[in-house]
């Protein structure tokens, strides 16, 4: 079985400061790694993926993630947050056998101070 | 290009009544998985269609079903309701079956157990 573990709840920082929300996943066979922001009242957008290839992977909105396989770690940066990046960030795993499922983490609170 | 729409948005329903509610992908994508959000668990999967099957089934009680029409909508059903059963429920499309590809989630159906 696959699990996946954000190792924190809630990561306070003021604006132009750099983040790092981190992800740490467990399972047997290969993953994809996926990060996902939800803003108040609405669905998921996907921020970024790792599929294969470099382990450095570019998003959207500046943010960018690094795919560790000895550590099982997918990790979650961007250099200078905004206001706006005030969200919920979930990491996600799905087998590659696998089809459409997501398990998810429970979720970072990013919040950025003036 | 509209994007995943759900339907209700918001609902409140006592014990044991059903309820049933409804997800229209993005046009052209032809799979719709389902998620249910709440604070103690965070998200988790419930199933997955693609072209009218069910690919993917979470680990919940059969209370809870769902289907896909031949136009990729999707309804999902809760029997029997239970306080528990109080969540965000998220429905997602994609173009394939394949986990390679991002989901669309739509904005969600609150779901208030009375």
């Known amino acids: 079985a696959q699990s996946v573990t954000q190792l924190d709840s809630q990561v306070p920082v003021f604006e132009e400061a750099p983040v790092e929300l981190r992800c740490n996943y467990s399972?047997?066979?290969?993953?994809?790694l996926f990060w996902y922001v939800q803003y108040p009242n609405q669905g998921l957008q996907l921020l970024l993926k790792y599929l294969s290839g470099s382990t450095l992977v570019k998003g959207i909105n500046g943010f960018e993630a690094e795919f560790n396989k000895s550590q099982t770690s997918f990790h979650l940066r961007k250099p200078s947050v905004h206001i706006s990046d005030t969200a919920e960030y979930f990491c996600a795993v799905s087998v590659r056998s696998n089809t459409g499922k997501l398990i998810f983490g429970q979720g970072t609170t990013l919040q950025v101070k003036p | 290009k509209a994007g995943v729409t759900q339907t209700p948005r918001y609902l409140i329903k006592t014990r044991g009544q059903q309820v049933t509610l409804s997800c229209s992908p993005i046009?052209?994508?032809?799979?719709v998985s389902w998620y249910q959000q709440t604070p103690g668990q965070g998200l988790q999967f419930l199933f997955e269609?693609?072209?009218?099957?069910?690919?993917n089934k979470g680990n919940f009680p059969g209370r809870f079903s769902g289907r896909q029409f031949s136009n990729s909508r999707s309804e999902m059903n809760v029997s029997t309701l239970e306080l528990g059963d109080s969540a965000l429920y998220l429905c997602?499309?994609?173009?394939?079956?394949?986990?390679?590809?991002?989901?669309?989630f739509g904005e969600g159906s609150r779901l208030t157990v009375l």
């Open positions: 269609y693609f072209s009218e099957t069910q690919r």
């Open positions: 997602a499309s994609s173009l394939t079956e394949s986990n390679t590809g991002e989901l669309f």
């Open positions: 046009s052209g994508h032809r799979s």
């Open positions: 399972s047997s066979v290969s993953v994809y």
